[in-house]
């Protein structure tokens, strides 16, 4: 079975800077898109930036040019790189990759734990 397991968030004053970190752990033979979502209070899950297995990187418009996805296909890590923070970037951010197991399963979701990100005006 395999995990996400996240790392870093927590509380900045606007104008400052994050930096999320994803590491997949267990059996991995491959995977296709890794991804950070946010969850604000009350709000639903959406998507935040992606990283295909090709190389290409989707943002959604509000974080264009402020924050950046980085993925190391070897290490099955993605980190996410967030600068000039606003007031409405703050929520709960999770981590999900499509993951396949072996060659002959199929892709599975899979979520990390969360991470609070809470930005100070």
């Known amino acids: 079975q395999v995990q996400l397991v996240q790392s870093g968030g927590g509380l900045v004053q606007a104008g400052g800077s994050l930096r999320l970190s994803c590491a997949a752990h267990g059996i991995v033979y491959n995977i296709n898109v890794m991804a950070w979502f946010r969850q604000a209070p009350g709000e639903e899950r959406e998507l935040v930036a992606a990283?295909?297995?090709?190389?290409?990187?989707n943002y959604t418009d509000p974080v264009k040019g402020r924050f950046t996805i980085s993925r190391d296909y070897a290490e099955n890590t993605v980190d996410l790189q967030m600068n000039s923070l606003k007031p409405e970037d703050p929520g709960v951010y999770y981590c999900?990759?499509?993951?396949?197991?072996?060659?002959?399963?199929?892709?599975?979701?899979?979520w990390g734990q969360g991470t609070q990100v809470t930005v100070s005006s």
């Open positions: 990283s295909a297995a090709g190389g290409t990187t």
């Open positions: 999900y990759a499509d993951v396949r197991t072996t060659w002959a399963s199929r892709y599975a979701s899979v």
